[in-house]
């Protein structure tokens, strides 16, 4: 599979509904793909054929992507899972290609992430 590029990490990596302590919750895994599309599209307003742009994908595989993603928020929501941003088959952005939405930003949050010890 060709790796989608990412512009952007999560900066929580878990949600799920509040004041269930010691229910046994489902989980959903988003892939780190997934959570681009959904900030390209729903958040920035980007088309999806800018996000496949951004993504380094062809706009069908852009379009699948954020379908997933969609079908795996409305899951969370409506059926009150968790849902875990992590995996999938991607590369971070290192702000060098044309067509990507990113500002650099992530290259500072990975530097301070390395001192931190964090990934
Ligand atoms: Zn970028």
């Known amino acids: 599979m060709k790796r989608r590029r990412i512009c952007s990490l999560p900066k929580n990596r878990s949600f799920g509904p509040t004041g269930l302590l ?9 892939t780190l793909d997934e959570y681009e599309a959904i900030r390209l599209i729903d958040l920035d307003g980007m088309s999806q054929e800018a996000c496949a742009e951004s993504m380094g994908v062809a706009r069908t595989t852009a379009q699948a992507i954020y379908n997933s993603a969609r079908v795996k928020l409305a ?3 409506i059926n009150g899972h968790e849902l875990r941003i992590e995996g999938g088959e991607y590369i971070l952005c290192q702000g060098e290609k044309l067509g990507c ?3 650099h930003c992530h290259k500072k949050r990975s530097i301070l992430q390395i001192k931190n010890g964090d990934d």
């Open 22 to 30: 010691g229910k046994e919750i489902a989980i959903i895994t988003m």
């Open 75 to 77: 899951e969370c929501l």
């Open 101 to 103: 939405s990113c500002n």
